[in-house]
């Protein structure tokens, strides 16, 4: 199965940003959607924002026009870029492949990551 490794989470104030990072296992990385996710604390995890094989990109709208999915595939790598950071966005984050469609992102998999925590607090 394919292994997750995130990073990049810290603690931020309000407008500030960070830079996430994923790093997976496997040669299939190339081929798959991969997603980010997050859960807050007593939530259900949420979609994010995902990014195609091709590149073509889909994002939670909570985050569209903030964060920016994108991918490295010659480092097995994938990126959430999030800008304008608000308290309503610290959670803990993850990534995964996932099978998306019009009705929605749906992870690939039971294994998750440790994921990375991203706190925006004044």
């Known amino acids: 199965q394919v292994q997750l490794v995130e990073s990049g989470g810290g603690l931020v104030q309000p407008g500030e940003s960070l830079r996430l990072s994923c790093a997976a296992s496997?040669?299939?990385?190339?081929?798959?959607?991969m997603a980010w996710y997050r859960q807050a604390p007593g939530k259900q995890r949420d979609f994010v924002a995902h990014?195609?094989?091709?590149?073509?990109?889909n994002y939670a709208d909570s985050v569209k026009g903030r964060f920016t999915i994108s991918r490295d595939n010659a480092k097995n790598t994938v990126y959430l870029q999030m800008n304008s950071l608000k308290p309503e966005d610290t959670a803990l984050y993850y990534c995964?492949?996932?099978?998306?469609?019009?009705?929605?992102?749906?992870?690939?998999?039971?294994?998750w990551g440790q994921g990375t925590q991203v706190t925006v607090s004044s």
């Open positions: 496997g040669s299939a990385f190339s081929r798959n959607t």
């Open positions: 990014i195609t094989s091709a590149g073509t990109t």
């Open positions: 995964k492949p996932a099978a998306c469609s019009a009705r929605g992102c749906y992870p690939i998999g039971n294994y």
